[in-house]
Every structure is written in C-alpha cells, then in structure tokens.
C-alpha cells in the first residue's frame, strides 16, 4: 500500500463532520416520543392531572373514558407533538384531530370532534409550564424552552436511552 497524506481531501473531512445532526421530534417514529414524553410529563411534578380526569370521556362519540390510569398524560404528549409539527395549532384543529366516527345506531356514521375542555385544559398547563406559548393569530406554538425539551425527549428515544 502506498498511502500518501493526500489521498483524503479536506472538502471530505468537513463533509464527515457536518454529518452529525440535531435529532429533532420530526426524526422519531410518534408511538416512541409520545410513550416516552407521557413519562416525563407523568414524572414532572408541576404538570398536574386535573380531579375531573378519571371522570370524563375523551368526546361524545366514545361510549367509555379512558382504561389507561395515564391516559391523560399521553394525550398531553400527542397535543404537544402536534402543536410542534404544526406551529399556530389552536383548539379546533385539535379537536378534529382527536375526534373520532360518532356511531349513531342504524344512521351512518358521521365525524364527531374530540372533547374542547380537556383539550383546552392541556393547553393551558403547558403554557404554565411554558411549554407551548400562544401566537399572535391565535393558536399555539412550542417556546424556545419548550423545543429544546422536546428534542431532547426525541435524541434519547432515537439513542434508545428511553
């Protein structure tokens, strides 16, 4: 082998090293982050799961509430993957987004939007957590603070530490 110092070019080098990306939400599979992020949530002691929560459905096309005891802290990691997906998301597009076919017996089968209140109510307690913050047309989007959680959440599901 005759091996001379400039076999490798330096354009190759840089190219090698600016492989290595940010593991965004966007790069991980959805049933992975929100799993993993509905532990963190259910962790944080300051997200707090409302009295009413083992009480109510999550829309009035669902014949029963929830069987999973977590259930509402997984349905807080898949609002704020949607609302990071889609920056300015407000309650009514996640309302159609969580709703569900409403079965009205022998009549067919008609869309029937999610539960506004819960919803609303996730919403909330993330902005307080700061989160998600509102926008200026309405809607939410993800903070500063609350994207670099996230893909933090996202870079330990991708190494699979979570």
């Not at 009295?51 to 349905?75: N, Q």
């Amino acid at each position: 082998w005759d091996v001379s110092p400039f076999t490798i070019h330096p354009i190759d080098i840089m190219a090698e090293e600016n492989t290595a990306k940010s593991i965004t939400v966007r790069d991980v599979k959805a049933d992975a982050f929100i799993a993993a992020y509905a532990e963190v949530l259910k962790n944080n002691d300051k997200f707090v799961v409302p009295k009413w929560a083992d009480l109510v459905k999550t829309g009035v096309h669902k014949e029963l509430a929830p069987y999973d005891p977590d259930w509402y802290f997984v349905r807080a990691a898949a609002i704020v993957r949607k609302v990071y997906l889609r920056q300015g998301t407000g309650v009514g597009a996640l309302k159609k987004r969580f709703g569900g076919n409403y079965r009205r017996g022998a009549a067919p089968e008609r869309h029937q939007d999610a539960a506004g209140g819960l919803i609303r109510t996730i919403l909330i307690t993330l902005d307080d957590l700061k989160i998600t913050e509102k926008t200026e047309k309405g809607g939410r989007r993800i903070s500063r603070i609350g994207q670099q959680a996230l893909d933090l959440v996202a870079g330990q599901v991708a190494r699979g530490e979570v």
